[in-house]
């Protein structure tokens, strides 16, 4: 059934390569499925409103000039929203396609500046190192808009991912290389400085929003000191010739998708930082489990002199670990957390939440004198689903900035009836220590285990899944909604990935025992199975109709439920399936949880990745990112000219827009889509 033409071609977007060769379980007989538990599902989620969760106000959290986001009037509309715009078809054209009726603009391109003396975005030229840390980085990614007191829908502070770079756009003319090294330093300082966060204050002014040049305005980048927290904080895995009592680590790497707290943080979350590092010698388990570099690091920044630039380098060189640089990667893989409200506090490496290749974290709805739940995946091929559940318990009058310090990180385990459970990575679970045992691994200390994520998860059987990247949950429900956006790798199906070499990739969703986010059980069916008409189906229902003209994607990513209970689904699809497939360039598309309706709304311009979706409290903007356009660009010599060609945005019948490779150079930028007559964005 499966189309070749439409296989993946992973290593040439910066995918990291599978190295989970543990053998745990993959269930043999797939082929039945379980739909009378779909349909238990699906009548629970109608019936099972936890309406106190949608309206519960933070009181009394806010800074000065802050509005809690909770606390903003998103008061949900309804469990079955209403998609009343009219679907696009798959479209290929260099510009953003949007329904009609709507409306589009682009905030905060990469190169805008935000910061010190404002260095201005020079697309001819390029600018320097130096300028680019006054500047927003590039490759948007994961985004949240925290709303001012002073007009929510109109004023906020953005806060921004830029996972990596593509030399060729960065540079003026390409990156320059000489025998496998960088020899000029300033181009690196520049892809450190590209990488990371921005945090931008934004204002809406006679309905167009643009950046202000305000006080919360900072870059977090891949060279800024970041505090080590939680249970690794200070122990010998994290001392480094920097941070001899191993309490600081610097920068903050490949940032994908985000989260947030329900005290109105930012989390940044570091995917695919292995490959930065090289090691030419042994590598220990913390390395080698995660596929740290053994002849090069991605862009040979290890090569340029100087402390700041040689510790990606993490060969051991010294006489112990605060001579050398080994340890540089253990500071790596973490969720960081952000108060965008202080632009001179020192984000934290929370460690307590587990490492790996951190796609995005989301948390379930805060409940008064409960835990809190946060949910995040480890995008990598056969890698797991990650819960992490705070020992302290919420309070709404009362911030404890610290909460995510302390707490069970558990690792999910879908069984082939329907069920699931999380099992803990806790040293001082008799349970977890006996299993490791049984599987001749041996752990120090939380600490280890918590370096060693993956380890520790291979040896409580987790499930092995096709690449877990966004997780949404749903503002009234709690139900929980996951990418797993393909995965080559799969020779055998499972009943929750249940198509082997998995190409298309497809929606998982669960919902937590009696309702309660901190349970260690739960019930999950399979929401979608991503494709072309011939190999595609929406569930639940056992008779759940194909994708078809108005719907049809592939290799699902970012997700997000918006407080109407519209399901956002975003595609990154790569290779020919991106190039030439039947689903057009990367988009976003709106579905109904309840109905299982799907439509698409909006597409990028060439060869860009749709990442990151979140709106004003009442709706009416939605900001969302197109990361790299043109990503098959040679040193000037652009495959597209987004957004500074002139076309931003078109709707369908109008012509569509070429690209000329000796155009505008292309930027990664968010966009703003609103209603022509300033409605509800999907509804
Ligand atoms: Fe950075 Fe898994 O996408
Ligand atoms: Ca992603
Ligand atoms: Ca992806
Ligand atoms: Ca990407």
Not at 369 to 388: C, M, R, T, W
Not at 404 to 427: I, P
Not at 463 to 479: F, I, S
Not at 520 to 535: M, R, Y
Request: proline residues 7%; negative net charge.
């Amino acid at each position: 059934m499966k189309d070749n033409s439409l296989e993946l071609m992973l290593a040439e977007t910066g995918d990291e390569l599978p190295s989970n060769d543990s053998n745990n379980p993959t269930f043999a007989s797939i082929l039945e499925r379980r739909f009378s538990r779909r349909d238990m599902m699906r009548t629970s989620l109608s019936a099972a409103v936890v309406g106190a969760f949608a309206t519960a106000p933070v009181a009394a959290l806010a800074r000065p000039g802050f509005l809690p986001s909770q606390a903003a009037g998103r008061a949900a509309i309804g469990l079955n929203p209403t998609l009343s715009f009219d679907a696009i078809p798959p479209v290929r054209s260099d510009t953003a396609t949007v329904p009609r009726g709507f409306k589009v603009q682009t905030l905060a391109p990469w190169g805008t500046p935000i910061t010190g003396s404002y260095p201005a975005y020079d697309g001819v030229n390029g600018n320097s190192g130096e300028e680019q840390e006054q500047q927003v980085g590039s490759h948007h990614d994961g985004i949240h808009y925290f709303p001012m007191a002073d007009d929510p829908n109109g004023h906020g502070i953005l806060c921004l991912n830029h996972e990596y770079v593509d030399q060729n756009v960065l540079h003026a003319n390409g990156p320059t290389t000489v025998n496998n090294r960088r020899p000029n330093a300033d181009e690196v300082r520049k892809e450190i400085a590209a990488h990371g966060v921005s945090v931008v204050e934004i204002k809406r002014t006679n309905g167009v929003w643009d950046v202000v040049r305000g006080q919360y305005n900072r870059r977090v980048t891949a060279g800024t000191p970041c505090e080590i927290s939680g249970p690794v904080r200070g122990s010998d895995f994290v001392k480094t010739k920097y941070s001899p009592n191993g309490t600081m680590a610097r920068g903050t790497l490949n940032n994908c998708g985000h989260g947030t707290t329900p005290w109105d943080t930012y989390l940044t979350c570091e995917e695919n930082w292995a490959g930065y590092f090289v090691n030419r010698g042994q590598r220990p388990r913390e390395q080698s489990r995660y596929g740290v570099g053994t002849s090069t690091s991605r862009y040979r920044w290890d090569t340029v002199a100087g402390d700041e630039y040689e510790r990606f380098n993490v060969t051991p060189s010294g006489a112990s670990a605060t001579d050398d640089y080994r340890n540089e990667v253990n500071g790596h893989g973490w969720i960081l957390e952000i108060d965008p409200f202080d632009p001179t506090s020192t984000p934290k490496k929370r460690t307590a939440m587990g490492r790996f290749a951190h796609e995005a974290c989301v948390f379930a709805m805060p409940q008064n004198g409960q835990p809190l739940a946060f949910y995040s995946g480890d995008d990598a091929q056969n890698e797991y689903i990650y819960k992490f559940v705070t020992k302290g318990r919420w309070n709404d009058k009362r911030r404890d900035p610290d909460m995510l310090d302390h707490g069970t990180l558990y690792v999910a385990v879908f069984h082939e009836d329907g069920s699931g459970e999380w099992r803990a990575l806790d040293f001082n679970d008799p349970a977890f220590l006996s299993a490791a045992l049984e599987k001749g691994v041996q752990f120090t200390s939380q600490a280890d285990v918590l370096i060693n994520t993956r380890l520790a998860a291979d040896v409580v059987g987790a499930t092995r899944m096709d690449r877990p990247e966004w997780g949404a949950v749903h503002p009234q429900t709690n139900e929980v909604y996951f990418t797993l956006t393909n995965n080559s790798s799969r020779t055998v199906a499972d009943a929750a990935n249940p198509r082997t070499r998995n190409a298309f990739g497809h929606i998982i969703r669960w919902r937590e025992e009696g309702n309660r986010p901190w349970a260690t059980k739960f019930e999950w069916d399979i929401f979608v199975l991503g494709g072309p008409e011939t190999d595609s189906q929406i569930l639940p229902a056992q008779d759940g109709p194909a994708l078809d003209e108005s719907n049809r994607f592939a290799s699902p990513d970012g997700l997000w439920i918006d407080q109407n209970g519209i399901l956002w689904i975003q595609t990154d699809m790569s290779g020919s399936q991106q190039a030439s497939g039947p689903f057009g360039e990367n988009q976003m598309l709106a579905a109904n949880p309840i109905t299982g309706e799907i439509k698409r709304f909006l597409a990028g311009p060439f060869q860009q990745e749709t990442t990151g979706v979140v709106s004003t409290p009442d709706g009416k903007t939605l900001f969302v990112n197109f990361q790299h356009p043109g990503d098959r660009s040679g040193p000037r010599s652009f495959t597209s000219n987004w957004p500074d060609s002139g076309a931003v945005y078109r709707h369908p019948g109008d012509a569509p827009v070429t690209a000329s490779p000796s155009g505008p150079r292309p930027r990664s930028s968010t966009i703003v889509i609103t209603r022509e007559d300033g409605g509800v964005v999907g509804l």
